[in-house]
């Protein structure tokens, strides 16, 4: 039996995540510890908010929990920056997973009905 959450390609790559951030874990300890704690729960989030607003049937539910889901995924992305600095993780091994991110950001944005967008107010820099 399949439940249908688990046939969104968004979930199986979150699922793939998981699994790395889980082996990452196993070796990050003393000053990494914080941020390995938050990472994992970070990284839990993102399939579980997909699993549960997919079961969602009124529109603003989906939409919230992909949004949570989305947010996660972001966070993860600041916290592999955080252990990167730390000299917890490798560039390239980050950045090839916050591709990953990025993509399942993109997709829960589609899931949830609104456009991805990175953008900032230049106004607030002078620029117009």
Request: some cysteine; glycine content about 10%.
């Amino acid at each position: 039996m399949t439940l249908g959450h688990e046939k969104l390609d968004v979930y199986r790559l979150s699922m793939d995540y998981v699994a790395w951030v889980y082996e990452k874990a196993g070796i990050l300890n003393g000053v990494h510890r914080a941020a390995r704690d938050q990472w994992l729960r970070a990284s839990q989030s993102i399939p579980l908010n997909i699993a549960e607003g997919n079961g969602k049937t009124a529109e603003a539910d989906r939409r919230r929990y992909f949004e949570i889901a989305r947010g996660s995924a972001l966070e993860c992305a600041a916290i592999q920056d955080v252990l990167f600095v730390g000299n917890a993780l490798r560039e390239a091994e980050s950045q090839r997973h916050k591709s990953e991110l990025d993509r399942m950001a993109a997709m829960l944005s589609r899931l949830g009905g609104r456009g991805y967008q990175v953008r900032e107010d230049q106004a607030g820099y002078g620029i117009r």
